[in-house]
Nanobody, 114 residues
Framework: QVQLVESGGGLVPAGGSLRLSCAAS????????MGWYRQAPGKQRDLVAR???????AYADSVKGRFTISRDNAKNTVYLQMNSLKPEDTAVYYC????????WGQGTQVTVSS
């Protein structure tokens, strides 16, 4: 099963940018679907963005126009570029990958100060 390692979280002021990375231990072509969920304290884990093996993307309404998901097959890595960050984007961001079952990364904290 694939293993995922996330990086790139941190503290940023409102309006700032961050880029999250998720490195997979296997070729991207063995993975059907990858993306990011986020979970704020006391809330459920919600989908933020996803990208399929074929390159199709989808976003939560709350991040459309601000976040961009992309992939580098040569590096087995998916990225989440986050611009115009808002305090409500504060959460732990989890990378996921779907093969026969869903696998999760360890999570990375994103904090946006007002």
């Amino acid at each position: 099963q694939v293993q995922l390692v996330e990086s790139g979280g941190g503290l940023v002021p409102a309006g700032g940018s961050l880029r999250l990375s998720c490195a997979a231990s296997q070729s991207m072509f063995s993975i059907n679907d990858m993306g990011w969920y986020r979970q704020a304290p006391g809330k459920q884990r919600d989908l933020v963005a996803r990208i399929t093996r074929g390159g199709s993307t989808a976003y939560a309404d709350s991040v459309k126009g601000r976040f961009t998901i992309s992939r580098d097959n040569a590096k087995n890595t998916v990225y989440l570029q986050m611009n115009s960050l808002k305090p409500e984007d504060t959460a732990v961001y989890y990378c996921y990958a779907v093969q026969s079952q869903i696998r999760w990364g360890q999570g990375t904290q994103v904090t946006v100060s007002s």
